[in-house]
């Protein structure tokens, strides 16, 4: 009987059954949205303006460059990265993704609907935590400091399903992916060039009384060396199966290449959470892609971690301090969690507002345990909790827990290698940054939102792009 009720019941068909994905595209709603769009073409046709439109030179031109849309995406992600942060504005972002938008609406129109079993579509936990979002900014404590937010995460959201819905082969998928892999070297690049110039300590970043000679953190593009350290280990496992993926000698070079300049700065961010983070990542590929490696890969990385004092004694001493409880960075994390904690019985049912700033007005009314007014809870999920609510995270979650899911299905199904391994490396990339979420709000910074949600509609690209091959 129990075992029954589990399966006609909600949580089912949210996490397991796609019941539910099913009936949301068979619904009266998009029904109707799309008679309505089947109406303004039968419209612009019966004018004939869509003939006379087809047949102009710039209509072709216009067309043929806006089939690259995937491409399009990829240089906005690449323009996103590479531009240091004290020029960087995140208004530069919004309008390029609403340049993207309209030249995606401009294809649409002008090309004929994919058949239904080639559309991909949005998984529902992820349409309902998308919901929860404009909920939580509509249902804020104080409105007018959610309202900036709306829009940070509606451009992630945007560039999510445009890569989604254009990223629709192997092919475009690596293509896309293989921008992102650039512009993230040049990152690397620009990060070793701030190591040789020089960075001077910031005491906000180190705490010297336990790392004795530690050097400059690097941020390179970045605000800080922890935003560094995220768009690190968000694409350190795309460059891993590139590597693997390409058959060419010389590629296979080049992108070895490319990845040095990345590895070498993670390195030197200096942010501990974001090493243990691709350490797990890195495991996670193993175990997904050849088990019986991981014993070599662990005596390789026992090796290195017993040769780092020789190599480097700051490094050898920082990822020391992971294990000290005296590390400032460490209590003060502490300290957060004492003064967000009583927030999260007074606000975790419906949360506060959408945005940190909702949040640090509100929490500056309780006691707080640390020096300064807390900026955010230093953890993406008690931040979700206390900003949006319970069933935004239980979204979230469903919707991590579902794309993993579906990445694995890839991954022991498909026989398509080159496709196995960009599965496994999306899956090392989405953990990799959800278990730094534990210890850093990793949406903090506009920026990385807008990766990490772009490296979520790459996951269920490849997942769509997988299931057509596999069904």
Known sequence: ???????????????????????????????????????????????????????????????????????????????????????????????LTGLLVFIYLFKRLSTPPLDSKDKAKLDILTTLFIFQVFISAASSLIPSLSIKYIFFFLNAFIMMFIILK?????????????????????????????????????????????????????????????????????????????????????????????????????????????????????????????????????????????????IS??????????????????????????????????????GVGLGTDVFKKICSTYFQFTKNNVVHSHNLYIQILIEMGILSLIFFLGTIYRTLKGLYFIVDRSINTELKNLAIASVASLLSILVMAFIDYVWFYPRILLIFWAIMGLAFAIISVGKREII
């Open 313 to 350: 004694p700051a490094v050898y001493r920082r990822i020391l301090t992971i294990f000290n409880p005296n590390d400032a960075s460490t209590s003060y994390r502490g300290l957060i969690l004492d003064t967000v904690w009583p927030m999260i019985g007074d606000y975790g049912l419906f």
């Open 1 to 95: 009987m129990l075992k029954n009720i589990f399966y006609n019941s909600l949580l089912y068909r949210l996490l397991i059954d796609d019941t539910l994905n099913d009936a949301r595209s068979n619904s009266k709603i998009i029904g109707f949205f799309k008679s309505l769009f089947d109406s303004l073409n039968g419209f612009v046709d019966n004018l004939a303006l869509s003939e006379i439109l087809r047949a102009s030179f710039i209509y072709k031109l216009i067309n043929k460059i806006f089939d690259k849309v995937h491409i399009l995406a990829g240089l906005i992600i690449v323009l996103t990265i590479i531009v240091p942060h004290k020029y960087w504005n995140n208004i530069y972002s919004l309008l």
């Open 166 to 310: 254009e990223a629709n082969t192997k092919e475009r998928i690596q293509s896309f992916i293989n921008l992102f892999l650039i512009g993230v070297s040049f990152t690397g690049i620009y990060g070793l060039y701030q190591k040789i110039k020089g960075v001077p300590v910031n005491p906000s970043y180190v705490d010297m009384r336990i790392n004795e000679g530690m050097f400059g953190r690097i941020f390179s593009t970045m605000e800080n060396p922890n935003n560094f350290g995220e768009l690190l280990i968000l694409a350190l496992p795309f460059f891993i199966a590139f590597i693997l993926n390409e058959k060419n000698p010389r590629k296979r070079f080049f992108y070895c290449a490319l990845s040095i300049p990345v590895v070498i700065s993670l390195v030197f961010t200096g942010t501990r959470s974001a090493w243990v983070s691709f350490a797990i990542g890195v495991f996670v590929f193993i175990c997904l892609k050849n088990i019986r490696l991981l014993p070599i890969f662990a005596l390789l990385g026992i090796a290195g971690f017993i040769s780092l004092p020789f």
